[in-house]
């Protein structure tokens, strides 16, 4: 139906009076009001009831619009777009007089974390609390979406005193699609899946959601787990509007596994972050007895405190406790279709929106009766900030620009994406044996309102009170991006302007003249492999020199380090100003610096044209996907090569290796699943052949398996171990070995190509439990240092494992190579310090 013929049919469906009493939802619920017949109704717009279609996001925001324009309790703004380009909105729903006076109602909130010292207790009285609603960060976790249709007419079209009062004292912010393109991928699927009968058989088409699924993102990122990285556009548009608006409460609602019932928070106690005041989770209990008296009332059975965590802070329900708020997990057992077969009988997926309607609304009663409770508790949370950086023992952080100025650079922006300020080093200043001048190092005061954050952020935690965590158990962003951080004590650093993030990539330095023969660059793997990339599309050759050396540039003589790249300024097919234009082009859009030579002669070392000079040729890159592969490992992957460096990646399905032309490609990628040994086969004559496998993570454990590589498991008797626990405790004491996301410090041999541009060391993230030893004829780049734990839990057993094993091998195949990273180098896309191996291993591997 077009929006024209709807404009035609929906003024003679909506005539002025009253609609009764029933939600539009095809399951029952009473709420005990009356809806206005002034609001147009979900069907009226989607022409469906709801919980009878999965409904798609365009109709989402169609549905959104026409509400916004019938009422005066509701406006809906955009505040980003996806990857493919698709709104994100958000509904604010309050009474007209609040609407009125919203600047107002703003400013008085911000004060509660800007300037909590100028808030009186009794202006908490008048406030109205900041209520968010987040529906459905995974896309096929559908029923939170339908549940936000209704959640906003509820509010729009429902008369009498309780909708009153909720918006009276409240303000309510619903962002009813926090992923639209995983959504858009999932409901595409169900909605072309289904008859005009539907099934509820499990092997139906409509149930068996194609790889990769609309879990994720366009990139495949989990948006869930972004919250703190903040590398998808999607996260960056919900953080400023997170921060604009600053809510007291925040519900997260999402779906689990269609044999479960209901789950809503506190999850369980021992696994609640240090940094997460006691006051957070009293409230969180006494909001769960709102839930559980709705659920009550419906018949419908559900659970707390077992599972989930409040640990990890990257997540839309945890965010919000660091934050000053109170931030609520919603967990309803999935239909996924319309209606599913589950142990406990039919599931229908207007059961499922019902439910989630139902603890929506509970949030909103309780968010009202504990308004000044919730508002009291962001209050105290950024009063108390002082005190708490002052407990820390840490006065200022000293983030070093130099080595990695970019990646400092990026941490600092991150930083301020989160309301963080950051300040620029006044006058000189000495810590840890390091004197840093003002343009050398950036300052992070301690003691300021988001304290409790960047403790989570910048500091490292090696000792728990559980041994058992939901999600990872460490991000530290100092390792993430392998920059040094300094915390300063007492006095702490000279504190200047506050620093402004740069609008744009800095212009590198390309001021050429005279008559070069070859331009220079020292390689980083990151900013140089995007300018390397560029000169590849532009026909430039391009060389690495794999040995120090010394050379005359401009009016001196300068040393340069293994790792440098050498572009002749003469090539056959190119003249000699054109390369200097593509070279300073690059270069100024990279913002690398470029230095030139007027001579292949050196003053020291090898010359630039000898043996210790390579030719690198331009990637031809596949990348391992389908069913197998990890969606979450591969996206992460994809993105980095492809929006991260501009690179050009083929997605080869693992099911078509057998038939697919694997001569194409000159390096392979598997970032990460679990296939089949013989899946891997086709994969041993191409590597014979010349080709370049890259396996990381869980991968390897398939390349080892498919015999393309030759490691040995550390022995690791769990068994043993375990065998003393009681029956009802194996589980967890099992379940204590398993290394679920830590960082471990790896030495490298900083003479490998892979090593290039990183160093001696490097942070790593693992989040696998096996540690490997080496085929004596392999290459071992990286080893696990003899203490390598730098954060996160390990259990005392595994970290003896780990210790000395190999991290980063390569061996030689035929004419090709293996290159096996043992971690996960590119982990959600910010784990940037250890990206470059990956980087090192496309760009530079015709070097080894």
């Known amino acids: 139906m077009t929006r024209t013929l709807l404009a035609l049919i929906v003024p003679l469906t909506l005539a002025p009076g009253l609609h009764g009493q029933q939600v539009p939802l ?42 916004a324009e019938s009422s005066d309790r509701v406006t809906v703004a955009e505040h980003g777009r996806t990857h493919e380009g698709r709104p994100l909105i958000h509904a604010v729903v309050t009474s007209p007089a609040n609407h009125a006076r919203l600047p107002k109602i703003l400013e008085a909130n911000r004060r509660l974390s800007d300037a909590p010292e100028r808030v009186e207790a009794d202006e908490l009285d008048d406030m109205p609390a900041i209520v968010l609603l987040g529906y459905s960060v995974h896309g096929n976790e559908a029923s939170g979406t339908e549940a936000s249709l209704l959640t906003l007419y509820h509010l729009a079209a429902g008369t009498g005193p309780e909708v009153e009062s909720f918006l009276d004292d409240l303000v309510v912010l619903i962002d009813p699609m926090l992923n639209p393109d995983g959504r858009d991928r999932f409901v595409d699927w169900v909605n072309r899946n289904r008859g005009a009968v539907h099934t509820t058989d499990s092997q139906d088409r409509e149930h068996r959601e194609p790889w990769p699924g609309g879990r994720t993102n366009h990139y495949w990122f989990d948006l869930n787990r972004d919250w703190l990285p903040a590398r998808q556009p999607e996260t960056q548009a919900r953080l400023r509007l ?180 950051v300040h620029e080093l006044e006058e000189e200043f000495t810590v840890s044996g390091r004197r840093f001048e003002p343009g050398k190092a950036l300052v992070i005061p301690a003691a300021q309102p988001q304290a409790r954050l960047i403790d989570a952020m910048l500091g490292s935690q090696t000792t728990f ?5 939901y999600d990872v158990s460490a991000w530290t962003l100092p390792y993430a991006f392998d920059v040094d951080v300094h915390p300063v004590s007492r006095s702490g650093a000279p504190v200047g302007r506050e620093w402004s993030s740069p609008g744009q990539i800095p212009q590198g330095d390309e001021t050429i003249y005279g008559e070069p023969v070859a331009f220079l660059v020292r390689w980083d793997g990151l900013a140089s492999a995007r300018f390397l990339n560029l000169l590849h599309a532009a026909g430039v050759r391009v060389r690495l020199m794999t040995r120090s050396f010394s050379a005359s540039t401009a009016d001196t003589v ?184 830590t960082i471990l410090l790896t030495d490298l041999d900083p003479s490998h190509p892979l090593s290039f541009g990183i160093g001696a060391s490097v942070p790593t993230f693992r989040t696998s439990s096996t540690f490997f030893e080496a085929d004596p004829s392999a290459v071992v780049v990286g080893r696990y240092g003899s203490e390598p734990l730098l954060g996160g839990y390990i259990s005392d057993a595994r970290l003896e494992s780990a210790a000395g094993s190999a991290a980063v091998v390569v061996t030689r195949r035929g004419a090709g190579r293996v290159i096996a990273f043992l971690d996960e180098p590119v982990f959600r896309g910010f784990w940037i310090g250890s990206a470059r191996l990956l980087s090192n291993a496309v760009f530079l591997g015709d070097s080894f």
């Open 26 to 67: 095809d399951a029952h619920i009473d709420v005990g009001i009356t809806y206005s017949g002034l609001v147009p109704r979900p069907e009226d717009i989607l022409g469906y009831l709801v919980g009878t279609r999965h409904t798609e996001p365009n109709r989402v925001v169609e549905y959104f619009g026409a509400v």
């Open 242 to 421: 997170y921060h604009e608006w600053r809510p007291q409460l925040v519900a997260d609602f999402h779906e689990m596994g269609g044999d479960a019932t209901y789950f809503f928070q506190p999850g369980i106690p021992s696994r609640t972050h240090p940094n997460t005041p006691a006051r957070n989770q009293e409230l969180t209990g006494e909001i769960a007895g709102y839930h559980a008296r709705a659920l009550d009332r419906l018949g419908q059975l559900y659970f707390t405190r077992e599972v989930f965590d409040d640990f990890y802070y990257g997540k839309g329900s945890t965010y919000p406790d660091v934050n000053g708020a109170v931030g609520i997990l919603f967990e309803q057992a999935s239909s996924r279709g319309l209606e599913s077969e589950t142990v406990n009988g039919p599931l229908r997926y207007a059961v499922t929106v019902r439910n989630q309607f139902a603890t929506s609304l509970s949030t909103l009663t309780a968010a009202r009766d504990l308004r000044r409770d919730l508002l009291a508790l962001q209050w105290e949370f950024y009063s108390e900030a002082p005190r708490f950086a002052e407990e820390r023992g840490v006065s200022t952080y000293v983030l070093a620009l130099e080595p990695g100025r970019a990646r400092a650079l990026q941490l600092a922006s991150l930083l301020k994406k989160h309301r963080i300020r």
């Open 465 to 469: 009170s559980d041994s058992l965590f």
């Open 558 to 741: 300068e040393e340069y380090p293994a790792g440098v790249l050498v572009i002749p300024a003469r090539q056959n097919g190119l003249s000699a100003d054109s390369t200097t234009r593509v070279v300073s082009e690059s270069a100024r859009s990279t913002g690398i610096e470029v230095r030139f030579t007027t001579s292949a002669l050196t003053a020291d070392g090898p010359d630039l044209g000898g043996s210790s000079s390579d030719v690198l040729s331009p990637p031809a890159v596949a990348l391992l996907t389908g069913q197998g592969a990890s969606s979450n490992r591969t996206g992460e992957t994809w993105e980095f090569l492809s929006a991260g460096l501009g690179l050009r990646v083929s997605l080869l399905d693992i099911d078509r290796m057998s038939r697919a032309d694997l001569g194409r490609y000159g390096i392979i990628l598997f970032a990460g699943g679990s296939v089949p040994d013989s899946t891997l086969a086709p994969l041993d004559q191409w590597i014979h052949e010349g080709g370049r496998l890259i396996a990381m993570g869980s991968a390897v454990d398939d390349v080892v398996a498919a015999e393309l590589i030759e490691l040995t498991e550390r022995p690791f008797d769990l068994d043993s171990l375990t065998a003393g626990a009681a029956w009802g405790d194996r589980q967890a004491a099992r379940g204590a070995h398993i290394v679920g996301g």
